[in-house]
């Protein structure tokens, strides 16, 4: 099997519930018509590191620390943008395990793409969105959300946990990690981030959507990367 299709042959949207793999052909075609995402996609990798002041692989590596990642897992992350943290993640466990990173933005997805032939490794990148993931219920017994849980509307964001909780193995994990905008940040300050929010989001209110979705031992607190929270749960 060649490595193009190791890394797109793990994808198989039923019946296309909202998820479109391109497969190999997918970069060709981007070549022959040009990339036509929006700014803040074609340049994301530049603009979030410099938003970020450097703090993106913290930000990922703080994410599987808590998700406690290790050899042999399988691993989801939903809103995946350009894919650095399922590629931090394949490269700490030297490829033991199974890495899946979904988004909703084909843009992001062909850059997750093209850096996984890239560094030549078996992972899967593909386009869905968080409220109809492609795949089977009991699939990974870890997924991660970095700063996407934002960009949802409450109910995608309910419709969202509770694909996850679908697709979780009982006794996986569930690791959201999202701007505090009650903090006084560079980040909490972009347009659309000032949400006048006097509480972190994450502990007031993602830590409860996460029970009402049927996670248990839920917890939420600050992340390593300041600005930052996380809001985690397993599924029983
Ligand atoms: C700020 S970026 C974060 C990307 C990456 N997780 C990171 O840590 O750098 C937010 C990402 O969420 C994605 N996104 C937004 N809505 C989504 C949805 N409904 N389902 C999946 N991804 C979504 C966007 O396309 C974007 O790539």
């Known amino acids: 099997m060649s490595l193009a299709s190791r890394i797109h ?13 391109h497969g190999h052909a997918h970069a060709a075609v981007d070549d022959q018509r040009g990339d036509a995402s929006p700014f803040w996609v074609r340049h994301y990798d530049r603009v979030a590191r410099i938003v970020a002041f450097g703090r993106l692989d913290r930000l990922h590596e703080g994410a599987l620390a808590l998700g406690e990642f290790k050899p042999g897992l399988a691993l989801l992350d939903v809103g995946c943008g350009t894919g650095d943290l399922i590629l931090r993640a394949e490269s700490q466990v030297d490829g033991r395990g199974t890495f899946v990173g979904l988004d909703v933005e084909r843009g992001m997805i062909d850059q997750a793409k093209r850096k996984a032939l890239d560094h030549q490794v078996d992972v899967t990148f593909g386009e869905a969105s968080i409220d109809a993931i492609p795949y089977p219920d009991e699939t990974f017994d870890i997924v991660t959300s970095s700063l996407m849980f934002h960009h949802l509307a409450p109910e995608q964001q309910r419709d969202g946990l509770a694909e996850i909780h679908r697709v979780l193995t009982p006794g996986g994990r569930l690791v959201v990690v999202d701007i505090n905008t009650a903090k006084r940040s ?3 300050r972009l347009p659309g981030h000032r949400t006048g929010d006097t509480t972190d989001p994450l502990r007031a209110k993602v830590a409860g959507q996460l029970r009402d979705a049927g996670f248990e031992t839920v917890s939420a607190g600050s992340h390593l990367v300041e600005s930052l929270s996380y809001a985690m749960g397993t599924k029983p």
Not at 9 to 21: E, I, N, R, S, W
């Open 9 to 21: 042959g793990h994808f198989h949207p039923p019946d296309d519930a909202g998820a479109h793999d």
């Open 186 to 188: 560079v980040i909490s």
